[in-house]
């Protein structure tokens, strides 16, 4: 069994992380999913929520995602989202306006998506 998989995470219009791993936790359609090096092949539909990656050298990324596939095999994952970006460029006074703003206009994918920038923000 290795002791690392390659990740990457990328977005329709960029790639938003790539790099070595040993654990990765995003949620599918079928619930959270932990994968680590060794893991049985899997194929699956990405839900919009956060996706933590614990680095090979000890370090947590931590991204939003919303949508995509999530696959793995021969200790390779993809995570291909159709929006992504990392915690880390998240403004989360924009993503609580954005909050609000859907919630007025009862936009339930809108804020959907604010809410998982938010949580993506805290896990970070």
């Known amino acids: ?8 995470l990328v977005a329709a219009d960029r790639s938003v992380w790539s790099g070595e791993a040993t654990l990765v ?8 999913i932990g994968v680590m090096p ?5 194929l699956g539909v990405l839900e919009s929520g956060p996706v933590t990656i614990r680095t090979s050298e000890g ?12 696959s793995f095999a021969d200790d390779k994952l993809s995570l291909l989202a159709e929006i992504a970006e990392l915690a880390d460029e998240i403004d989360a006074q924009r993503a ?6 859907a919630k007025a206009e009862e ?4 804020e959907r998506r604010a809410e998982v920038r938010l949580r993506a923000v805290a896990v970070r």
């Open 38 to 42: 060794g893991h049985q092949p899997l």
């Open 1 to 8: 069994m290795a002791a690392e998989l390659h990740v990457e």
């Open 96 to 101: 609580e306006r954005a909050l609000e703003r």
């Open 107 to 110: 936009d339930a994918a809108a």
């Open 59 to 70: 370090g947590t990324v931590v991204a939003a995602a919303h949508g995509g596939f999530i």
């Open 25 to 32: 936790i995003a949620r599918t359609t079928s619930g959270d």
